[in-house]
T-cell receptor
């Protein structure tokens, strides 16, 4: 059973605000990921991390940034939210071995007005 | 580039019917992994199964079964005696090994399954 948490679950915010979406996992996984999913659409990888102090950009260009200071924590930040950032953001983690299962958090639904 | 195709956008069945969700994939890798995830209306992605490219044995877990055929690049998912609680979006995904280790999942566009009474 996965133990990965995301807060907030829902966020409505005005344009121009800075926001941080939190993601934490208690499984000791080295790899963590952020995906973006628009309603009824497929998931796209926007950031991933191999471990502490490692961050990489994914396939989908994103104005968000991430950090990995602790193994269990992988927050995503938007410096200035815009309506185009409205989406669901899903965090996942996996062990380091190739092909390992990614376990997902409950997601954060973001609405930028 | 890797690709996953789920041609069925939406399927509606009546409870207790069997239903098969199709998944076709493309990859040049000889070693790869396939996954199915369930996304209920609450939004989280629930892991259902992982299968590596060297294991073509079909798998059954309760009412769920999976048919992996390398010859046709398919990894289909069957729910037997469907229930209302099975209503969700189901995603098939293919693992691509990233430089430096770990994997990236390429997802299909999902199949919305609606099970009605």
């Amino acid at each position: 059973e996965a133990d990965i948490y995301q807060t907030p679950r829902y966020l409505v915010i005005g344009t121009g605000k800075k926001i941080t979406l939190e993601c934490s996992q208690t499984m000791g996984h080295d790899k963590m990921y952020w995906y973006q999913q628009d309603p009824g659409m497929e998931l796209h990888l926007i950031h991933y991390s191999y471990g502490v102090n490692s961050t990489e950009k994914g396939d989908l260009s994103s104005e968000s940034t991430v950090s990995r200071i602790r193994t269990e924590h992988f927050p995503l930040t938007l410096e200035s939210a815009r309506p185009s950032h409205t989406s669901q953001y899903l965090c996942a983690s996996s062990e380091y071995s190739p092909g390992e299962t990614q376990y997902f958090g409950p997601g954060t639904r973001l609405l930028v007005l | 580039a890797q690709k996953v195709t789920q041609a069925q956008t939406e399927i509606s069945v009546v409870e207790k019917e069997d239903v098969t969700l199709d998944c076709v994939y493309e990859t040049r890798d000889t070693t790869y992994y396939l996954f199915w995830y369930k996304q209920p209306p609450s939004g989280e992605l629930v892991f259902l199964i992982r299968r590596n490219s060297f294991d073509e044995q079909n798998e059954i877990s309760g009412r769920y079964s999976w048919n992996f055929q390398k010859s046709t690049s398919s990894f289909n998912f069957t729910i037997t005696a469907s229930q209302v609680v099975d209503s969700a979006v189901y995603f098939c995904a293919l693992s691509e090994i990233l430089t430096g280790g770990g994997n990236k999942l390429t997802f299909g566009t999902g199949t919305q399954l609606k099970v009605e009474l």
